[in-house]
């Protein structure tokens, strides 16, 4: 207890994770930070038991990324979530907010820890955080997340430190806490250069509890091999090579940002095993193919604002801890994701997607333009500000019954202006200097499926027929998606 | 010629238009700046008689923002552009890219210049600028628009200056040139502060001609009133008057980014008439109801990119020039609309469109999602960026027959994601923090026509039978569109 909370005075708070839960009332704002790991696991357990047992307790849940299945759904299996604020991260939280059962409030990427700030969304009474533990001066060091606890901790009214002893104080330095000013981010070249302080500042009199834990995350598995990724990674390769070619990249390719999931692990690991050396990552979070990569002595930095690893990766990544953390820094969401860095850096910013249309824009968050998936998250930053924007996904989906590319998305995310290159399996769509027409006959030819590419054309045929600058006719704009509502299927019956 | 040409070896430069004209090839790349005032408007007069004359020339035209009619409109008539690559400003020119004559390729806000500099659109072979003189080391004296010209400069093969013998040296200091690169943009407080120089660098051997010209610009009118924007500017400040209220704003309102046109001018009017004083302006470019309140006493400071005046405007601004220059400073585009200004500043963003919808989703371009207006523009930096998006237009158009307010816009240009309030003539939608369905309803309350409230609401219905994050019909979500195309009225007939 000593090593973990060196502030004395805070050491009396410490209680178990049933008395924390009793702190919660209803209607509650609660924040809280982390990924699939590095989530406060016991404080939420508990209070989703003592709702199951008492009832009459729901609160609003706060978090700008994805959380755990133990947060989400544990709770919403306790009907204890009225409001979840940020992203969708899990399936019954999922499915209770298209049913309508719990309100979902999309996070505007990087900006909704600020906006949280200015009071757009009412006072904050409660963050709960994992930590390793507590400075002598009573701050709190963080475990694997950084993400959006400072801003948390600044307007929370009550804290609640959930330690979790299973994390090494070693990771203590791997965080540079950073909180935005009237000045410009001070991260110029290098972003290991620090900037801020390795913990999270907070007012020691807020700490309502500290728990001590010693449970694991719920094991999650490593990124499957993907057939798909394989080929997007490929042309993806084929692209930088041919940037190289004309000009416009060095072989020192730009810092790279990539998303989660099977997909993008994939394309991760194909870009990884190239001729390409001294990658450097800059990633909302740091999944299991980022330290394959650096295993492989590949990479000069990784900038990121929270580990995403699957238990194997951890046990390594806590074997070697001294070496991952010299390439490595976890910051704030709203410094990593911040758009003057992303454009300062020169990211080049690889996001999936559930649909794409001839016009390229992209619907990266409501399967027929309603159910929620997940949201859009980091790739509304990055997607904007990157110095190359690009959309990656299969051509297809339910055994080819779904085509990814269709005549119009049925929510748009990304619009045609913030979408460069679009990629499947099929091919590479290079949008850049073209006009709505010819954009719309390269993203048939390139990334549509052979089996829809026929349908597609003739739906820009009938476009190219009415007047005006974009092909659009919106009789059949929606065709697709109707027939696939109507038939389960895309293709004509 | 000395007090203009300081540059003793650039002298010999100077030619008529006629025979500047004469540099130019099919098929070039040329890009120009400047607004409805600011553009060199003797070259491209000169250019276009020559290709009346001889044929066989067409140009592709790059410029980030909308140009005046005496470019885009005579040289249409000429048949001289293949591509306009930005915005489109003039009405010939409209028509054109509409009909499939003329390509248009839309810039990325202030982005598109920079890709112009990474090669994204191939070489540029001439700029054409309009200047007020030369120093004496051979740079240019901006008139009254730095906008892109300094991107141009630097990637042009070939320069032609056309300096205005109508446009007083005493310009000179108003502008402020800083490029950007790997470091932070240095602005922080007052942005009148200069960061750069006051002329745009250039290598004096790519000089290719220097015009001299005295040539006025095409009168364009004052704003005209408004009776839409007297009651949407009501609406916002109402709106700020509560966010003080409720103490997340302060009387001294954050600058504000307004656009342009009427309506935009006649709110601008009104929020300057107000009780609110030292204005701060940040936006793209300085029109006459900025000069007014400037005159009023009630502005601390205006940064844009260029001058829109009326010629009366002009008048006034020339005859007490040092009183204008010193609360005024004019920056490149990539400076003034950068995503790290707008929000380091903390701008208000208030922009205009063309039709908004349930999701509050907004349509800033293309008439029923195919017939380009003008583009995005700054609407697109600012939006994103702001510390509030705000889009303003009437509820109807065309006598009634056209509800701006539909259950989903035709072209999305910002996303429900960068839209924060919407304001009609009928009153304002504050969205912040609701939910889909949430938003549905306080956009057909407050934003509506009361002639298309019954329809909308039936709209939202029905999507809410359906199960799903947003309330959404396909099969209906084209309808008003529709009807407007087959019968000329959304109204049913």
């Not at 390793?132 to 009550?158: F, H, K, M, Q, R």
């Not at 692990?265 to 194909?270: C, F, H, S, T």
């Not at 297809?396 to 679009?422: C, F, N, Q, R, Y």
Request: net charge neutral; with cysteine.
């Amino acid at each position: 207890m000593r090593e973990r909370i060196r502030h004395r005075e805070s050491r009396g708070k410490v209680v178990s994770a049933e008395e924390a839960a009793l702190l919660f009332r209803d209607g509650m704002k609660v924040a809280t930070s982390g990924s699939t790991m590095g989530y406060p696991k016991a404080t939420f357990a508990a209070l989703a038991e003592r709702i199951k047992t008492q009832g009459g307790i729901k609160i609003d849940l706060l978090c700008a990324g994805p959380l755990s299945s133990e947060i989400e759904d544990v709770l919403v299996d306790a009907g204890g979530i009225r409001t979840r604020i940020g992203v969708v991260g899990s399936e019954k939280l999922r499915a209770a907010v298209n049913r309508g059962e719990v309100r979902f409030v999309e996070g505007k990427g990087a900006q909704m820890p600020l906006q949280v700030k200015r009071g757009w969304f009412g006072p904050v009474d409660m963050v709960v955080l994992e930590a390793i533990g507590l400075t002598s001066e009573g701050n709190i060091i963080p475990a694997t997340a950084v993400y959006d606890s400072p801003e948390w901790l600044e307007v929370a009214s009550g804290v609640i430190v959930e330690i979790n002893l299973n994390r090494p104080m070693a990771l203590e330095g791997l965080h540079d806490v950073y909180q935005r000013g009237a000045d410009p981010i001070p991260i110029v070249g290098n972003p290991l250069k620090r900037i801020g302080v390795p913990y999270f500042s907070v007012d020691p009199s807020k700490i309502k509890a500290i728990v001590l834990s010693d449970r694991s995350d719920r094991p999650s598995g490593e990124a499957k091999p993907d057939r798909m990724g394989e080929a997007i990674g490929e042309h993806l390769l084929d692209f930088f090579r041919r940037e190289i070619a004309a000009g416009r990249l060095s072989e020192l390719l730009p810092p790279i940002e990539l998303g989660i999931g099977d997909l993008a692990g994939q394309v991760m690991r194909k870009i990884g095993s190239s001729e390409f050396t001294k990658f450097r990552f800059q990633v909302p979070v740091v999944t299991d193919p980022v330290l394959e990569i650096v295993d492989a002595g590949k990479v000069d930095w990784v900038s990121g604002t929270a580990l995403r690893l699957s238990s194997e990766a951890w046990e390594r990544f806590k074997a070697d801890l001294d070496r991952y953390k010299s390439c490595m820094v976890l910051r704030p969401v709203t410094i990593c994701n911040a758009p003057e860095m992303i454009q300062r850096l020169g990211v080049i910013a690889i996001n999936g997607c559930l649909e794409m249309d001839l016009q390229g824009q992209v619907n990266s968050s409501h399967v027929l333009g309603s159910k929620i998936l997940t949201g859009i998250a980091g790739s509304y930053d990055y997607s904007r500000n990157g110095l190359y924007s690009i959309f990656v996904g299969p051509s297809t989906a339910k055994g080819g019954k779904i085509s990814a590319i269709v005549p119009m998305v049925s929510h748009v995310d990304h619009t045609e202006h913030d979408v460069d290159i679009l990629v499947t399996e099929q091919g590479l769509a290079d949008l850049r200097g073209l006009d709505p027409g010819e954009r719309a006959e390269m993203i048939i030819g390139r990334c549509a499926h052979p089996d829809y590419r026929g349908m597609l054309s003739d739906y820009l045929a009938g476009a190219k027929k009415e007047s005006g600058h974009i092909p659009v006719a919106l009789e059949e704009s929606s065709a697709f998606h109707l027939r696939l509502k109507r038939f389960g299927s895309m293709k004509p019956s």
